[in-house]
């Protein structure tokens, strides 16, 4: 684990580097196409870290995203699995069972796939906290590998909420109807409200699987106003201050 954790607000914020590697081919585009009107050197490739984060405060564990999951799961056409998220856990001295709760950015393979292993959920103490929007939406694998097995330990949100005090659950849509953030203090980890560092110099910069643009744009626009640090999805280092636009 070699990231270094923060400090904000009283909380740990722990970086988990789940996997390291590019889109499988039948998905990977040229970076140009990837974000229309971005500026990039000829060739380019994207690299993506699938981070995961952990958040310790007031006796909670409290895990933000679960990455790409085992052999089997959702992500495997185009990811890079099987993750790494329960050796990096291990590293820092967090079982399965010592989870409370798990947050869930959005329903993407690559971030929630994680939640399940065997025959149920991976961390099989906790509440997992997803946004209503998101779940309306989730069909084919995602819902069938990752939701119905979580169907009896979901916290469902209806926009922003304060998961904790001190840690908020903020509606971000446009990447998926219900992607949210999770904000402490002036740091939020952003999911894929922000997916590349080109997206950070330029926000209005669109994503080609984004469900709704100009929506995510927005979501992007407002969040870069509001917080000093992002703890990003898909960066190659997990903490970024948004100053760096």
């Not at 209503?132 to 995602?142: C, E, I, K, N, S």
């Amino acid at each position: 684990m070699p990231h270094e954790t923060k400090i904000v607000s009283g909380v740990e914020v722990v970086p988990l580097c789940d996997a390291v590697g590019p889109m499988g081919t039948h998905i990977r585009k040229p970076l140009p196409e990837m974000f229309p009107g971005g500026t990039f050197e000829e060739g380019e490739e994207w690299i993506l870290h699938f981070h995961c984060y952990l958040l310790r405060a007031a006796g909670r564990t409290i895990l933000v995203d679960t990455g790409i999951g085992g052999t089997g799961s959702p992500a495997a056409s185009w990811a890079p699995v099987p993750g790494r998220l329960p050796e990096e856990l291990s590293a820092v001295g967090v079982a399965p069972e010592d989870v409370d709760l798990v947050v869930l950015t959005h329903l993407h393979s690559d971030h929630a796939s994680g939640c399940v292993g065997g025959d149920g959920p991976a961390f099989p103490n906790a509440r997992h906290a997803v946004q209503r929007a998101d779940l309306d939406w989730a069909r084919g694998p995602m819902f069938d590998q990752v939701v119905a097995p979580l169907r009896d330990s979901l916290q469902i949100l209806d926009g922003t909420t304060e998961l904790l005090p001190g840690i908020t659950a903020v509606h971000t849509p446009g990447h998926t109807p219900g992607h949210q953030t999770v904000e402490v203090g002036d740091l939020a980890l952003s999911g894929d409200v922000v997916l590349h560092p080109v997206q950070l110099r330029d926000p209005s910069i669109t994503y080609v699987y984004d469900d709704d643009p100009e929506l995510a744009a927005r979501s992007r626009m407002a969040l870069l106003e509001r917080v000093a640090v992002l703890a990003t999805g898909h960066f190659p280092e997990p903490f970024t201050p948004t100053s760096a636009r």
